[in-house]
């Protein structure tokens, strides 16, 4: 809910308030459908982070920013046991003695034994030095670090950045390589997205808009969280919860023709009807026009003799969906 002038006037500060340009507004559209998450941005949201890109673009500059979404391809990457931690002793790996595995080998004489000890000592010296060396110390923590994989955060104030709750809006904004704040003043530096996942054939595409599978043809499409890593590796994210057979009990209705047909969209490139209103319906009436010549009646006519009129066709039409029963606008109750 947008806050009334009065309360702004309150806040110690000055609201400013600035139009982006169509470019800018081209830019984060272009960039969002790239990135899947154009479905849930509505007009204000791109609008917000074109108006950042802009700010970054005259305080900052470009040449940091991305110009399209780097993900590289799927990669399984198998968690590779390390010889070697960071802050853990590891115990060296004593070598079998062959004698041990000889049979029939005659026995040694008794100065053996002690040559033995005198190395088993130099290899207890060996451990504890080896030991001493594995702790993680103030000295040795950025090289720990490197060794753990992480990275050293920078905590330079952004010039420009944005203050969203919105995870479409975050993982835009991130993608493109502007600065993002939270509500409670904390920098968000993980980059989430959503790409579309076939759950017969596993091909994903990134475009958003798509309602059936690009290679096996199915609507069998599920929507899947993905998250780039440092290395490039795109890692998914599935959910628990198992596939449920809702909708897809019931048997599909017979397709019926005619002029305003409503049928069930079964393939991406099916034939569909216009499903327009009639000439009359669309016929609006301007007193006020000084162009406007009054006719028969100064009153606006209504088309409700056609079939058009009679289904209740107007230019709302083609945002009405269908149940997988073919019926529209009815709910019906599961005993």
């Known amino acids: 809910m947008v806050p009334p002038l009065k309360d702004l006037a309150f806040l110690p500060y000055e609201v400013k308030v600035k139009e982006p340009f169509a470019e800018s507004i081209k830019f984060v559209t272009d960039f969002s459908k790239k990135t899947g998450d154009y479905p849930s941005l509505s007009a204000t949201d791109i609008r917000v982070m074109a108006l950042t890109y802009e700010f970054e673009n005259q305080l900052v500059g470009t040449e940091h920013l991305k110009k399209e979404p780097e993900i590289n391809k799927t990669s399984s990457v198998g968690s590779k046991n390390e010889t070697q931690i960071a802050g853990f002793h590891m115990p060296i790996k004593q070598k079998k003695n062959k004698e041990e595995d000889g049979e029939g080998e005659k026995e040694k004489p008794e100065q053996e034994p002690e040559e033995e000890v005198e190395s088993a000592e130099s290899e207890e010296e060996e451990e504890s030095e080896d030991d001493d060396g594995g702790w993680i110390t103030p000295s040795n923590l950025k090289e720990a670090q490197g060794k753990l994989g992480e990275t050293e955060i920078n905590d330079d104030v952004p010039t420009v950045a944005c203050v969203t709750s919105d995870f479409a809006m975050q993982n835009v904004l991130r993608q493109i390589g502007l600065s993002l704040v939270s509500a409670d003043g904390k920098l968000i530096r993980n980059v989430r997205t959503y790409i579309l996942r076939c759950y017969a054939c596993f091909k994903t595409t990134t475009i958003m808009t798509k309602k059936f599978c690009p290679k096996c043809g199915n609507k069998t499409l599920k929507r899947v969280a993905v998250t780039l890593n440092e290395d490039g590796t795109l890692e998914m994210y599935f959910s628990r919860r198992p596939l449920t057979a809702r909708g897809k009990q019931q048997n599909l209705p ?33 007193p006020l026009d000084p162009d406007y010549i009054a006719g028969m009646s100064p009153f606006a006519t209504r088309d409700t003799n056609s079939r058009a009129a009679m289904l209740g066709i107007n230019s709302s039409w083609s945002k009405r969906g269908l149940d997988n029963t073919g019926v529209a606008g009815k709910y019906r109750k599961h005993k």
């Not at 049928?263 to 009359?280: F, G, H, K, V, Y």
């Open 254 to 286: 017979t397709p019926k023709g005619g002029k305003h047909a409503k049928n069930q969209i079964r393939c991406e490139d099916q034939p569909m009807p216009q499903q327009r209103a009639t000439r009359l319906a669309r016929a609006k009436n301007n």
